[in-house]
């Protein structure tokens, strides 16, 4: 284990999406000595977006990867500080809070800001891991260049799962979006962009099985859930968009989570350990957008100016 013993942080926030960032600016920009821990890359699901028209002060959309460089620019401006590390341990119930990484380095900090956000929930088919990275994708704006002039397949029906299927529409041959309800949940504008000569709708369908072809996705087994018909249908690549799992398992044990995993904090972003706090689409919430994420992460870092204080 890797220790310093020195250091204290007056706030360590866990997670530099929109949340983590804009918590991060916040307490960096009140003068609190302020670390960002990421374990992947910056700007969690935002930074996977072609384009994102309905965060303020856009009018022309932006995508994911220049409002994910903007945010963290911005709190560095006033101080932040941003490593990376996948924090797999926590002892918080002191008044300095203690943040373990998977590679052995130990955090201490006044207060924690956790926003982890959430991963891509996967549908659970048997072979579905093994074809990760040879057809099966859960990220269009990523992985859909590889498709150009091909057929795919986007399983879903929420606004994710139709932007994506907009987006590969401009590259792919054909789209099928698969839906298991008979209408889609996507708002309205995000359906007005599935009127495309190259995209079909199937509806009232599951995926039963993904058929691999040479080592790759050849195709999928569909079945309707009205009728029970079976069809198989060919496609190279598919593209998985039926919602999100909150990133919360490293703390199962030590805060309150619903049944579902998400944080059980209010919009006051408090746990149930004082000064630690939880933002963005880990928390309980009603609504999940970047917008609402970056909200959060100025709500927790006013409770933890408040617990400083």
Do not use: W
């Amino acid at each position: 284990m890797s220790e310093n013993m020195e250091k204290v942080y007056d706030v360590i926030v866990v997670g530099s999406g929109p949340a983590g960032l804009t918590a991060a600016l916040y307490c960096a920009r009140a003068g609190y000595e302020t670390l960002v821990l990421e374990k992947y890359i910056p700007g969690g699901q935002m930074v996977t977006s072609n384009e994102i028209e309905n965060y303020p002060g856009f009018p022309e959309a932006v995508d994911g990867f220049t409002l994910t460089m903007n945010m963290k620019k911005q709190a560095e401006r006033f101080g932040a500080k941003q490593t990376y590390g996948n924090v797999t341990a926590l002892r918080l119930d002191d008044d300095v809070k203690i943040l373990e990484t998977e590679d052995g380095t130990v955090y201490r900090a006044k207060s924690v800001v956790l926003a982890p956000g959430a991963a891509p929930r996967t549908l659970g088919l048997p072979n579905e891991d093994a074809l990760r990275g040879k057809g099966v994708s859960y990220c269009a704006t990523c992985d859909g260049a590889f498709y150009k002039d091909k057929t795919v397949a986007v399983i879903g029906g929420g606004d994710t799962a139709a932007g994506d299927a907009a987006f590969l529409s401009a590259m792919c041959k054909k789209v099928y979006l698969i839906h298991r309800r008979d209408r889609l949940r996507a708002s309205k504008s995000y359906e007005k962009k599935l009127d495309k000569p190259n995209i079909e709708i199937v509806f009232d369908t599951v995926t039963d099985e993904i058929l691999e072809k040479d080592g790759k996705v050849g195709g999928l087994r569909l079945r309707n859930v009205k009728t029970d018909e079976v069809c198989e249908i060919e496609v190279n690549g598919v593209f998985v968009a039926v919602g999100n799992v909150p990133a919360t398992d490293f703390v199962r044990d030590i805060l309150d989570l619903d049944e579902n995993g998400y944080f059980m904090a209010g919009e006051s972003t408090k746990t149930n350990v004082p000064g630690v706090f939880a933002a963005g689409d880990c928390r309980k919430k009603t609504l999940r957008q970047i917008v609402t994420a970056a909200a959060d992460g100025a709500v927790a870092a006013h409770g933890v100016e408040e617990y400083l204080s």
